[in-house]
């Protein structure tokens, strides 16, 4: 059974750094697509950053891009979200997510979440 276990969220204050981390367990392979999705109260689950790792893109939200950098390890089964220059609106549940299967991204894994809590 695969498992999403996310690590790192927190409280900072605005204008800091969190480093969110997940690992998968329970798969072996290298991942399809791996990615951080964030929901905050009220608000739709948004995309913030996608990495393919069968073709080596990046994607980011208009709304982190430049401040947020997403990276997977050699073994592709854990990717991380460096997260700088923190907003308050930034503040939300972050959620990892992993696809295995080759063809479009298609998210069918999915750890508890991490909370993020950015303070002005």
């Known amino acids: 059974q695969v498992q999403l276990v996310e690590s790192g969220g927190g409280s900072v204050q605005a204008g800091g750094s969190l480093r969110l981390s997940c690992a998968a367990s329970?798969?072996?392979?290298?991942?399809?697509?791996m990615g951080w999705f964030r929901q905050a109260p009220g608000k739709e689950r948004e995309e913030v950053a996608t990495?393919?790792?069968?073709?080596?893109?990046?994607y980011y939200a208009d709304s982190v891009r430049g401040r947020f950098t997403i990276s997977q390890d050699n073994a592709k089964n854990t990717v991380s979200l460096q997260m700088n220059s923190l907003k308050p609106e930034d503040t939300a549940m972050y959620y990892c997510?992993?696809?295995?299967?080759?063809?479009?991204?298609?998210?069918?894994?999915w750890g508890q979440g991490t909370q993020v809590t950015v303070s002005s």
């Open positions: 997510a992993a696809d295995w299967v080759t063809g479009p991204c298609e998210y069918t894994n």
């Open positions: 990495i393919y790792t069968g073709i080596g893109s990046i």
């Open positions: 329970g798969y072996t392979s290298s991942s399809n697509c």
